[in-house]
Structure formats: structure tokens, C-alpha cells
């Protein structure tokens, strides 16, 4: 066995690794960027070396740097997380030739996966089943779009190097295919270096079931059951949990063992995830092959009782797989929600910031929670938006789902924008308990996850009020004499009541709302005046939790404060406002004839030159940002009056991109 590894990643999955070679007694070798000098899986690690500017090009994609600290620290294999160098071959090669293991599978099967064209070849030859599709070495415009029609629609572009949704798009006519083609390329060719284009018939209720694999070097193959991994936005996971509901045990096997067979038939080592597409008649057909080990593979620890990561390292140093497939047994049932800094109302773009307030729920034989963020910790544009993985286990799907909902309630972040309230009703939804499960679901149920707001402002307001005033009296010095008038911070006055007017501006949909109430305290009762509704409430605030009563209900309240900021969380409700003070002389910018920026990010291309006339819904600029692609369509009729960024610059959230002049 080793004795020492590098991990040669960042962020949850670093710090996962480092958790097993800890537990078995390998000591770790952690790499970072610039921007992650301070994050925890540096702190865990025991030692730690700089690669690098915090682009990914300059510091985790950087090969030849990493295999360097690998060899004058020592380390003798180098875990690749996934992301980044997982499935590079070039990089598994180089490792070989330098005598440093690479804890994954050989060069040959990575190349042979790594072109999902060549992959569905091979498997069609090992008898996987295939989805009707184009997958061959041409890649001129005529014979894509030949075959597209050939294919039929709704139909996918897939990138044949891609992954995570990226270089994938959705095709439901031939007018949609070249924007579309082009599209995919551009994405492809950024995130991969490969704009090859494969297609599929898309299948429109599929379920996404996928099966993770072992292989030794001894040419034993085994499957670990199965993931549902159907919930999904953006070709991206949400939710996964596992077993699948429903599959039967024939299903599983059928399907357990053609994964065996398409593992083995490019003499695979180590983990890998074999992904079917799974359709309502039981059928089922090949995807893609992970060669590395999945985001998702907790679930497979929870209900198997094995450490996946333990598995690798065992098998990478040359051992028999620990398990014979009848020795294999599942116990209860798992969920992994993943937890984004992203905005589900608007369209799951990612968000950036740091987050002020992290408190997570407690982890016990339940409930798992694997991050490589801390509380003070920033997300930054440079990398995935993935904060962390909640993972709860029970003793079946009903019992489990209960778990995840009341874990997402003691999930709270403050400083930037996530999903945690959207995961808490995807996972608390009817249908999705009812396992009305498929590829579409959210879509499907879009009214159900994202309903009308239903919050009571005015109650939320009088809260947030009584903890500005609150925090306003705890920060206050108080004199020496408690029974005097003037040790009051209240604004106390000689036979009168003083009520401070406050103004709070908070979200109402995507625009921000100015409300100005009026405040009146003594001691913990507050009376809180807006417009002409009028409440009474007694609190106490200590540290960042809130004891308030209001109309008879007593409740305890999560709190942060960040300087005029505050966010209040009540269970999986959230809300958050600002303390408003006047800026005399400030001008709002009115972005009603300009294109912004929805996100921080980096400009790809612009579409339009000065002067060109503009349709409402045409595509002006596209950016990228968390390695996705984005495309930033005219909000009007209008002529291009100014372009303000070019091709390859970086922009900050709400930046003006283009100026529009409207049509008359």
C-alpha cells in the first residue's frame, strides 16, 4: 500500500480522499490555486503546494506541474478527484512513464470511453445496448445535418469528449439544428478542446440509471447495484439516490451485468460508472462511460456500508477486489442533494460570494455531509459552483426522503444565492415521492417547484425590523446606571413614544422593494407600524438566534447579520433584506435599454456590431461563466448604440453590456 498520495483536485472531493488515506494511514499532498490558498482541503492535507493563477488552465489543469510536486514530495500515486485531470489520458500516461500509479483506470480504456463515438463502437461490439443516434468520424456540416434528419427529433447533440452537460444541447426541429450545432461546438471545444458532435434520439420520459463498477488488475469485474439519477437541470444531477426506486432485481442484474461487460471489454481498472438511459418499458440503453469516480458515489457507500475511495486505492495498489459479486448486499436507502450557489429562478444561473453564515445539519449515522468550503469561504467564478453534497440515509425511500427534507431545514447559508429552498421542495414534492421519476421532471412539475410566492412580507418585515432594533441595542455601550432613562438605546423621550422610522429593501420576484416601517421598543416588546398595519412582538436576540413572539406563535429564528445585511431563517424559508441609507446624489441606472450581465463571467462572443438592428429574443452576447455557456438574448426591438465588452474579457454581475436604442 502506499504510503503517501497526491490528490490532484480541490474543493469536496480533495478533502473526501483526504478523509480515507487518513482513516488509512496514507499521508496526503494537496495541491491549490491562488484563490484557494486558505480552503480546507489545504488545511487538511498534510502538505500543501502552490500550482498557480486561479484559473483552472493555470493551476489544476496544469499536468506537468502536478506531476512535479508529485515526484520531489515523495507521493507514489496521485488521486484526480473528477473534474479536471480525471479522464485525461495524456495525463495517465505521463504518470505511467514517471512511475507515479495513477489512481484510476489505464490509458487505454480512458481513451477508449474518452470519444463517446469510439465508446458506443465498442460497446455495440460487447452487446450494450445502444439509443439510435450518429456517432461515427465524419464531422462535416452535411453529414451532421444528414443524419440529423435521419436520426429524428427531439433529438441531443452530445459532445463525443463531454461531460456534465457540457457541449449538449436539446434539438427538436432541423431550423434549431445549426444554432444549435454551432452552439455545442463552441462549448465543446472551450471546456474539452474537442468540438466533435455525436447525436441521439432523445428519448422523452427516460429515467437516467447508472451502475458503478470495480475491476482489479486481475480481470475480476463486479457491480455495486445502481443510482437514479433522473432529477436533473441543464443535463446536470440534483438529486440522486440509490437503489433506483422500482427497477426490479431482473433489471438490475440485466443491467448490472452488461456494465461488467462494458467495462471489461476495454480492460477497465478500478471505479467506473456505467450510465443507461432507462425507459418506461424497461428498456434500457448505453450513455457514456465515467472513468473516474462519480460526484454521486456516496449514495453507493450508504446503502453497500464500503468506502469507494478505499476500493480505489486498494485496487491501485494492486490488490484483489475485497468483494465477490454474491458477497455484494444493500441495506435501506440513500439520497445526495447537491448544494449550489445558484439562483433557481433564474434559470440555475451560478452565483458568486462568500458566504457570511454557514450552518450545516448534524452528521450522524443519517445524515452526511461532504464540503471543502467553510463558513468565511468564497465561491469564486473560476470554478464549479458546487458548495457541498447532503447525503441521509434510511431504512427505506419514504424514511429517507423524510431525512433529506428535515436536513435541508437545518441547512443555512447566507451571502450569496443557492437552491437550498428549491431542494427542500423538489424533495418534499408529491410526485417526487410518488417517484414519478424521469429526466423531465423538473420541467414537468415546474408550476409545483416554482410557485407564486406565497411568503408573508409584512410578518417578515416586522421580524426583520425587531432584529435591526435588536442588534441595534446589543451594540450599543450601556452606561454604568441600568435603571436610568439615558442607559436606554430605544430613542427614550420625556412623556412621549419616539418610533424610528426604518426603510428595508428586499426582493419581490427579481426586483428590489423599498418598505418603510416604524419601530417602537421597551425592553424585548417591539411594535412594529407598516403602512397601517400594526403588529406586536416580543424577541430576544442572542448570537445569530432569534426568540420571537408574534400573534401567540413562539419561534426560534437562524440570523446573520453582514454589516446593513441581514438574512432570517425560519426552517427551509428564507429572507433577506437590506437596511437602506440614504446615498445623496446617487443616480440608479436605469438598464431598461441595455443588456446585462446575469452573472459574473467571461464574455465568449459578441453577435452584433454598432449600429446593427436587433430583434427582441435575438442572441447578442454569450458568456460563460462556472464553465457553461450562456447565451444573452435582446430584451426589445432596437439598434446596437454601444458595445462595452469584447470577445475573452471578464465582467461582474449587472454589468451593462450592450446599450440598446429602442425602436420607435
Known amino acids: 500500500m502506499f504510503n503517501k498520495i497526491l490528490i490532484a483536485n480541490r474543493g469536496e472531493i480533495a478533502c473526501r480522499v483526504i ?31 502552490l500550482l498557480g493563477p486561479a484559473p483552472s488552465t493555470e493551476s489544476y489543469l496544469r499536468s506537468d506541474k502536478i506531476l512535479d510536486i508529485a515526484i520531489s514530495s515523495g507521493a507514489q500515486a496521485i488521486h484526480p478527484g473528477y473534474g479536471f485531470l480525471s479522464e485525461n489520458a495524456e495525463f495517465a500516461a505521463a504518470c505511467a512513464k514517471a512511475n507515479v500509479v495513477f489512481i484510476g483506470p489505464p490509458t487505454g480504456a480512458i481513451e477508449a470511453m474518452g470519444s463517446k463515438s469510439a465508446a458506443k463502437q465498442i460497446m455495440s461490439e460487447a452487446s450494450v445496448p445502444l439509443v439510435p443516434g450518429y456517432h461515427d468520424a465524419d464531422q462535416s456540416d452535411a453529414t451532421l445535418k444528414a443524419e440529423s434528419e435521419k436520426c429524428g427529433y427531439p433529438q441531443l447533440l452530445k459532445a463525443v469528449a463531454g461531460g456534465g452537460g457540457k457541449g449538449m444541447r436539446v434539438v427538436n426541429n432541423l431550423l434549431e439544428f445549426p444554432e444549435a450545432l454551432e452552439s455545442a461546438r463552441r462549448e465543446a471545444s472551450n471546456a474539452f478542446g474537442n468540438p466533435d458532435m455525436l447525436i441521439e434520439r432523445y428519448l422523452t420520459q427516460p429515467r437516467h440509471v447508472e451502475i458503478q463498477v470495480f475491476c482489479d488488475t486481475l480481470g475480476a469485474g463486479i457491480y455495486l447495484a445502481e443510482r437514479d439519477c433522473s432529477v436533473q437541470r441543464r443535463h446536470q444531477k440534483v438529486i440522486e439516490e440509490a437503489p433506483a426506486p422500482g427497477l426490479s432485481d431482473a433489471d438490475r442484474k440485466a443491467m448490472g451485468e452488461a456494465a461488467v461487460r462494458a467495462a471489461q471489454a476495454i480492460n477497465y481498472v478500478g471505479a467506473g460508472t456505467v450510465e443507461f438511459l432507462y425507459d418506461t418499458d424497461g428498456s434500457f440503453y448505453f450513455m457514456e462511460m465515467n472513468t473516474r469516480l462519480q460526484v454521486e458515489h456516496p449514495v453507493t457507500e450508504m446503502i453497500t456500508g464500503l468506502d469507494l475511495v478505499e476500493w480505489q486505492l486498494r485496487i491501485a495498489a494492486g490488490e484483489a477486489l475485497p468483494l465477490c459479486q454474491s458477497q455484494v448486499t444493500i441495506n435501506g436507502h440513500s439520497l445526495e442533494a447537491r448544494v449550489y450557489a445558484e439562483d433557481p429562478n433564474n434559470d440555475f444561473l451560478p452565483a458568486t460570494g462568500m458566504l457570511h453564515y454557514l450552518k450545516t445539519p448534524q452528521e450522524n ?3 452526511r455531509v461532504d464540503t471543502g468550503v467553510l463558513q468565511g469561504d468564497e465561491v469564486s467564478v473560476y470554478y464549479d459552483p458546487m458548495i457541498a453534497k447532503l447525503i441521509v440515509w434510511d431504512t427505506d425511500r419514504e424514511r429517507a426522503i423524510n431525512r433529506m427534507v428535515s436536513a435541508l431545514e437545518d441547512y443555512k447559508i447566507a451571502g450569496l444565492t443557492t437552491n437550498l429552498s428549491f431542494l427542500h421542495k423538489l424533495a418534499d414534492s408529491q410526485p417526487f415521492r410518488d417517484c414519478q421519476l424521469d429526466t423531465g421532471f423538473i420541467e414537468t412539475h415546474q408550476a409545483l ?44 423621550r420625556l412623556n412621549s413614544s419616539y418610533a424610528r422610522p426604518l426603510t428595508l429593501i428586499f426582493k419581490d420576484g427579481q426586483s428590489d422593494t423599498n418598505a418603510t416601517l416604524t419601530v417602537q421598543s421597551n425592553g424585548n416588546r417591539y411594535s412594529i407600524t407598516n403602512h397601517d398595519q400594526q403588529l406586536e412582538l416580543e424577541a430576544h436576540l442572542s448570537d445569530d438566534q432569534l426568540n420571537i413572539t408574534l400573534n401567540d406563535h413562539r ?12 438574512t432570517l431563517f425560519a426552517g427551509a424559508e428564507q429572507f433577506s433584506c437590506q437596511r ?28 452584433v456590431e454598432t449600429g446593427a438592428k436587433v430583434a427582441a429574443g435575438d442572441t447578442l452576447v454569450i458568456m460563460e461563466a462556472m464553465k457553461m455557456e450562456h447565451s444573452l438574448k435582446a430584451p426589445h426591438d432596437g439598434t446596437v448604440a454601444e458595445i462595452f465588452y469584447q470577445e475573452g474579457e471578464l465582467v461582474d454581475d449587472g454589468a451593462e453590456l450592450i446599450a440598446l436604442e429602442a425602436e420607435d
Open 449 to 492: 417547484l416554482f410557485p407564486d410566492s406565497q411568503a408573508d412580507t409584512a410578518r417578515w418585515l416586522a421580524i426583520a425590523a425587531v432584529c435591526f432594533a435588536a442588534n441595534n441595542q446589543q451594540n450599543n455601550t450601556q452606561p454604568a446606571d441600568p435603571d436610568s432613562p439615558f442607559s436606554n438605546s430605544d430613542s427614550w
Open 580 to 607: 437602506h441609507r440614504e446615498d445623496f446624489g446617487s443616480n440608479a441606472h436605469d438598464s431598461g435599454n441595455s443588456l446585462n450581465a446575469p452573472m459574473n463571467g467571461a464574455v465568449v462572443a459578441v453577435l
Open 555 to 566: 419561534q426560534t429564528l437562524d440570523v446573520c447579520f453582514n454589516g446593513d445585511q441581514l
Open 365 to 367: 449515522a443519517h445524515v
Open 19 to 49: 478523509q480515507t488515506a487518513r482513516a488509512m494511514g496514507i499521508r496526503t499532498v494537496a495541491v491549490y490555486s491562488e484563490a484557494d490558498a486558505q480552503a480546507r482541503h489545504v488545511k487538511m492535507a498534510d502538505e500543501a503546494f
